[in-house]
């Protein structure tokens, strides 16, 4: 096949697959791979909430029955006692049950779940840190610890929700604005001034008397307003990208426009995604914990690091809520910023692996 | 005494050596030319006769009126920049400050190095204007860098350059952005300023001729080395060093065969017109024509060449022909007898493969993000996705053997190829489709020589192998008259003059024609002479 006079260039490095090249530029940035690592292993204990930190044993053996408290609500009648309610495994009275012969209980390494009220505390409430309760509790007697670990998971699933939906829509905005240009752009953008305009915390606050306060309502209430800062972005890069030859290229290849974006301008278009990311995500989580903080948020029952801050201006002798709390925040936001960073990095090609 | 001496200069950038221990003088009123593909180093060096380079180690001496720059501090070089030697550069457009007048930005030179009121600066801003040759020089201080013209930019630098009565004059490249006529004018402009300012320029240049008409002694760089310098003369009568034998050699050779007469005709265009709509105000709206009454056919086989100089409609024309101008277009177009121009866009899709582009800038024309394979295969897996992945691949893979390169570049991004690589994977892009006609937009303008003629010789190949008709747009009448059987020289959008290459470019017939022809052999009378 090969008539040309012209020697075949020989490339200087053997070839490696373009996914992993974009690993091995991530792994390069050591902060952001050492934060990854840590924040996916404090995420996954955090999904694992359950079986960290819950007020009933995982499993448990009573009389020669092997039971699983953690999957089935037991009443106190199983373990011997007066009633028909569901078993208090805090309660001494059972704890000794268990102690007795040949039962046994394999409990989570913390004794609480987020809403257990411990109504046999030897501490009045607030308490300090203990060996029964880590990081202290709160005014209402909740662990603390429990608390921050189920409202850290909320936190980041909701963080990745509503920049997820922020990313789709902000991005969806964008290209069809920055690719079709002209009339489409003029239009659009009009609609993008008028809803910018929107007050948004007043219909946030009025949305929430209306409403029952719920995570649901919030992530659809901010992500109606949270993708139009990077649309505009990446409607400049389109209409930056739309021009360049590669895609007239793509259109003498005889591509269609759908597949232009997507194929061409978008990829080329991801840099103020990438770049953002990492603080759209940051303020996610802040949007909402500032939410709970104002009591604007979420129900009061959910574990909350909004509601676990305003609990701590409200007891500021109990310095342990608000420290512990301000620590999660901020290794959490820190950790972020630096995957992100190290991301960026990974997904710019011109960079050697 | 030497103005410049130059004492085994070194230019590093972190590991990079890229000016290795070069040594040349200039003489003070001397023009001196550094000649050299991209990459040679020739920029760098110029640079650091006014320590511009950023974050760069040097080794050596710049002896500049016998005072070291290497050894002075900060504060002083910004005496010696713009007062004792001065540059001009490239693209005048990106060189200067689009928020200001031209007339703003020479005063605040002479404001900062001559301490001139504003007033007096004023005045001087019109004398240096007018002396540069721009007409209305008082009006056209006023403008704004875009309201100007590319070459009366280029003048506006030039004037901002001479503001002090350099010394020395640095000029990187001053004519490549700018048409063949222009060109000549520019140079001209330069020889006659020098004459009469008596100042020394070094002249930064990939353009053999021009340095030939310009230069004293020219120097000639390869890899960051100075492989040999001599008299202009002497270096064009005998060069010594292979390289520079080599360069001199580069210039595009005929290297196609006549084609039958009987060849079928593939594409016919009568009387195509492209109209821009220009906004006027609020709601009215002029019609601009950027082509206007052009017809034209093209054989199987056949190059058709179209010339011009910027503006005057070339790459529209190619662009309407194959449906891909965002222009109202009218007239009508046919590519093998079926009538593209009426065609849904949807119908023409299909056709697509039969018809392909290759564009001037393989950095621009390659998307960053994607990989040869990506990008060579694409259009495979749009107009022959029943041929499947394995044959897919495999014809990429000859594709990309066709056009020189190798199978273990399949993984690698755009940006890990020089120039000539990058343009043969944008052919390997085309012609994998096995296409009947390929359009190629100035496919060798951004390139260097030796490698234009690399370049050219392959689409030659592909052309006798293939039987591909060529539409080959160029302002460069030698890379014209090498690859073209016929030819269309534009002006404003018209045709001006058509015929066979041999007749147009040896008797034209129009006076546009002569002139462009008279601009090109100034800049390039080797060519014209074999």
């Known amino acids: 096949m090969s008539a040309t006079t012209l020697p075949p260039f020989s490339s200087p490095e053997p070839s490696i697959s373009p996914g992993r090249r974009i690993w091995l530029r991530f792994r390069q940035n050591r902060s952001g791979y050492a934060s990854l690592i840590i924040f996916l292993i404090l995420f996954v204990i955090s999904l694992g909430a359950e079986l960290v930190s819950n007020d009933k044993p995982l499993v448990a053996s009573y009389h020669g029955k092997i039971l699983f408290p953690i999957a089935h609500d037991y009443s106190e009648k199983t373990f011997g006692g007066d009633f028909e309610s569901p078993a208090d495994y805090l309660d001494p009275f059972i704890q000794d049950q268990f102690r007795k012969d040949g039962n046994w209980a394999v409990y989570p390494p913390n004794h609480y779940r987020f809403d257990t009220l411990n109504y046999f505390a030897k501490q009045p409430n607030p308490a300090p840190p203990s060996a029964e309760n880590w990081l202290g509790t709160d005014d209402r007697g909740r662990d603390v610890f429990a608390r921050l670990l189920y409202g850290f998971r909320i936190s980041i699933l909701f963080g990745l929700a509503l920049t997820a939906t922020g990313v789709v829509l902000g991005l969806l905005a964008g290209a069809v604005q920055g690719y079709f240009a002209g009339r489409t752009d003029l239009f659009m953008q009009r609609i993008l001034e008028i809803w910018g305009s929107m007050p948004e915390l007043y219909l946030l606050i009025i949305f929430s008397s209306i409403f029952e306060p719920s995570i649901g309502l919030l992530l659809v209430l901010l992500s109606l307003f949270g993708w139009m800062g990077l649309s505009d972005y990446v409607r400049a890069d389109f209409l930056r990208n739309r021009n360049l030859e590669y895609v007239q290229a793509a259109r003498a290849l005889g591509l269609s426009n759908l597949q232009i974006i997507w194929r061409h301008v978008l990829p080329n278009s991801l840099t103020p995604v990438v770049t953002f990311l990492p603080f759209r995500m940051s303020a996610s989580i802040l949007a909402l914990t500032s939410l709970d903080f104002l009591g604007l948020g979420v129900p009061p029952s959910t574990p909350s690091l909004g509601e676990l801050l305003a609990q701590g201006k409200n007891n500021l002798d109990a310095w342990w809520i608000a420290l512990s709390t301000f620590l999660v925040l901020t290794i959490t936001l820190l950790l972020l910023t630096n995957i992100g960073d190290a991301l960026r990095n990974a997904l710019d090609v011109r960079r050697k692996a | ?530």
């Open chain 2, 1 to 530: 005494m030497s103005l410049l001496d130059i004492r085994n200069l070194s230019v590093r950038f972190g590991d990079a050596t890229v000016v290795d221990d070069i040594s040349f003088s200039i003489e003070p009123g001397e023009k001196f030319a550094l000649v050299g593909e991209s990459g040679s180093g020739k920029t760098v060096s110029a640079l650091s006769v006014l320590r511009l380079n950023q974050d760069a180690r040097y080794d050596g001496q710049i002896l500049f009126n016998g005072a070291d720059i290497l050894q002075k501090s900060e504060a002083a070089m910004r005496g010696v920049r713009g007062m004792d030697a001065a540059m001009i550069f490239q693209e005048p457009m990106t060189a200067l400050n689009p928020l200001f007048t031209i007339g703003n930005q020479i005063a605040e030179v002479l404001m900062l190095h001559e301490g001139l009121n504003a007033r007096a600066a004023a005045q001087r801003t019109v004398a240096l204007l007018e002396k540069t040759g721009i007409p209305e020089p008082a009006r056209r201080a006023l403008a704004y860098p875009h309201q100007l013209s590319g070459g009366q930019r280029q003048r506006a630098m030039i004037a901002m350059a001479l503001a002090c009565h350099p010394k020395l004059l640095i000029a990187d490249e001053p004519t490549t952005a700018l048409d063949v006529t222009i060109q000549v004018q520019i140079l001209e402009l330069l020889n006659q300023l020098q004459r009469d300012e008596n100042m020394a320029v070094l002249l930064i240049s990939h353009d053999l001729n021009l340095v030939r008409h310009f230069a004293d002694r020219v120097g000639v760089m390869e890899k960051g080395k100075l492989v040999e310098t001599a008299a202009t003369a002497a270096l064009f009568a005998a060069p010594q060093q292979a390289y520079t034998r080599k360069l001199l050699a580069s210039h595009p050779q005929r290297n196609v065969e006549e084609i039958a007469p009987d060849a079928p005709v593939l594409l016919t265009g009568a009387n195509v017109r492209c109209t821009f709509s220009i906004k006027q105000g609020w709601l009215r709206k002029k019609k601009f024509a950027a082509v206007d009454d052009v017809s034209l056919t093209l054989r199987k086989g056949e190059t058709l060449g179209i010339v011009g100089e910027s503006g005057s409609g070339k790459s529209t024309l190619g662009m309407a022909l194959l449906r891909l101008s965002t222009a109202t277009v009218e007239g009508d177009i046919r590519f093998d007898s079926q009538q593209v121009s009426t065609m849904s866009s949807a119908a023409v899709r299909p056709l697509r493969a039969r018809m392909q582009v290759v564009f001037q800038d393989p950095f621009a024309s390659l998307s960053p993000r994607r990989t040869v394979a990506q990008i060579v295969g694409e259009g495979l897996a749009l107009h022959q996705p029943q041929l499947g992945a394995a044959q897919q691949r495999a014809d990429v893979v000859a594709a990309l053997h066709e056009v020189g390169l190798s199978e273990d570049m399949l993984q690698r991004y755009p940006h890990e190829f020089s120039g000539g690589q990058r343009q043969r994977i944008a052919i390997a892009r085309a012609v994998v489709l096995k296409p009947d006609l390929l359009l190629l937009d100035e496919p060798t303008s951004a390139l260097d020589v030796t490698v234009q003629q690399q370049v050219l010789q392959l689409l030659a190949q592909l052309q006798r192998k293939h039987g591909l008709a060529y539409l080959f747009i160029s302002h460069d009448l030698a890379v014209i008259r090498a690859m073209a059987h016929q030819v269309l020289v534009m002006k404003d959008g018209r045709v001006v003059e058509s015929g066979a290459v041999a007749d147009v470019l040896q008797q034209p017939s129009h006076a546009y024609t002569q002139r462009l022809l008279a601009a090109a052999t100034y800049a390039a009378d080797n060519v014209t002479r074999q």
